[in-house]
Structure formats: C-alpha cells, structure tokens
C-alpha cells in the first residue's frame, strides 16, 4: 500500500506499539514491558483473544521488525519506502510481511482443522490495519 505521508511520520505511528489500538481495532490491549517489549492482546473477528509478547529487533527508519512469542511464534515486520508519484509526493510504501508457527498445542490442532477460516481472520485483522492507516495518513494505493 502507498500512503501519502513521508516515510519519518509512518515510521513514528508504527514504531510506537502502545498507540496501536488508536488506529487498528483489532489491537484491543497493548502493555509496555520495558523499551523494547510489549504485551499486545488482539481480537478479529472470531470470538478468541490472541495475547502476543513482542519484543523489538530493528527500528530502524526503513525496517520495523518484532518478534513474536505466544500461542504463535516468529516476526513481523513493516518495510518503509519513499515513493515520489504525483499523487502523492513524499509519500510512503508500506509493505507488510510475518511469518510465525504455532507453538500452542491446542492452536496447533485447531490450524489444522480450522486453517481456512483462521486465514479469513487474520486478513481481516490485516485489512483493520490497512484501514486504520489509510484513515490516519490518506491512502494512494
């Protein structure tokens, strides 16, 4: 997605974990652990809690990336580049991408048998994101 704000004020939303919920509803409950952790509770729309330690491994002004420990383990990271198109002079492209595993047992069983339907989930929590920023900054693509 491009957005039309300069990389440095994207960067500075999404570097800053506690303010998640002011801009994503589906980040329900963010607690600061310390200068590079947090515990982030998240809930899409099936009616489960997902509780999340994520702690951070780059910040920076290019690359945001946090581990993820939990019932899913891995990372996610935001990949930030300028774009200069006409209409959106200095603004940003902003690329998402995560790879975890579930570590849960019982997470690992229902992935199994619910995998469709946990992917829809997370899509649309992805979506929230997406929408979340683009009402924040303005939205080109």
Same mark, same amino acid.
């Given at each position: 997605m491009v957005l039309a704000a300069p990389p440095e004020d994207v960067h500075a939303v999404l570097v800053d974990l506690e303010y998640f919920g002011?801009?994503?509803p589906q980040v329900?409950?963010?607690?600061?652990?310390?200068? &590079?952790?947090?515990? #982030?509770?998240?809930?899409? @729309?099936?009616?489960?809690? $997902?509780?999340l330690h994520l702690h951070a491994e780059s910040r920076e002004p290019w690359l945001l990336r946090v581990a993820i420990d939990g019932p899913i383990r891995g990372?996610?990271?935001w990949t930030?580049?300028?774009?200069?198109?006409?209409?959106?002079?200095?603004?940003?492209?902003?690329?998402?991408?995560?790879?975890?595993?579930?570590? &849960?047992?019982?997470? #690992?069983?229902?992935?199994? @048998?619910l995998k469709p339907l $946990?992917?829809?989930?997370?899509?649309?929590?992805?979506?929230?994101?997406e929408e979340g920023l683009a009402r924040k900054f303005g939205r080109v693509s």
């Open positions: 002011s801009w994503w329900r409950a963010v607690a600061s652990l310390g200068p &590079d952790d947090a515990l #982030v509770v998240c809930r899409s @729309v099936l009616p489960y809690d $997902l509780e990372y996610a990271q930030l580049s300028p774009v200069d198109v006409r209409t959106a002079p200095g603004g940003t492209r902003l690329d998402f991408e995560q790879r975890v595993r579930a570590e &849960d047992r019982s997470f #690992v069983l229902a992935s199994y @048998v $946990l992917r829809w989930n997370h899509h649309r929590m992805m979506a929230g994101a």
